[in-house]
């Protein structure tokens, strides 16, 4: 799959984006190193917090389906900024694959591409796991 192919599921992927408070609409499609694709969008809740971005719907949904090596991810935000993970994200992506790619597109057109190491290169680690 092209990065464009996947990109195009990401944008797809944010039409189901529920995010009446926000009004950003995100969309996510994580390529799993065999080939399997899984897509996400960002789901609000009136209690904020307890809202869940797109890039961590699409893993969760990966992981629960028994999936752990991704090659890429492509996120798709609406605007004129180029939709980057937040570091929460960026976290959850390192404790599987510390080396996938990341792809980052805007409403208005473009994307930019990324190593997961650029993007956090200190993660977090719990002890000797
Ligand atoms: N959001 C994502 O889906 N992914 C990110 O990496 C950052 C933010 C969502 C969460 C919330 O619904 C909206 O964007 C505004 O923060």
Redesign the pocket.
């Known amino acids: 799959m092209t990065d464009r192919e996947l990109l195009n599921l990401a944008k797809e992927a944010s039409e189901n ?1 529920y ?1 009446p ?2 009004r ?1 609409k ?1 969309g ?1 499609a994580l390529e799993c190193m065999d080939g399997r694709i899984f897509t996400g ?4 809740n009136g209690a904020l917090g307890s ?6 719907v699409a893993i969760y949904k990966a992981v629960s389906e028994g999936e752990k090596h991704f090659s890429r991810i492509a ?1 798709y ?1 609406e605007g004129e900024e180029y ?4 570091g ?2 960026r976290q959850v992506m390192g404790e599987f694959s510390q080396d996938m790619e990341v792809l980052c597109a805007r409403g208005s057109g473009g994307y930019v591409s990324y190593r997961l190491k650029e993007l956090l290169p200190h993660p977090f680690k719990f002890g000797n796991f």
């Open positions: 984006a995010a408070y926000s950003f995100v996510a969008c960002n789901i609000e809202t869940m971005c797109a890039e961590r996120i935000g939709c980057l993970p937040c929460a994200c």
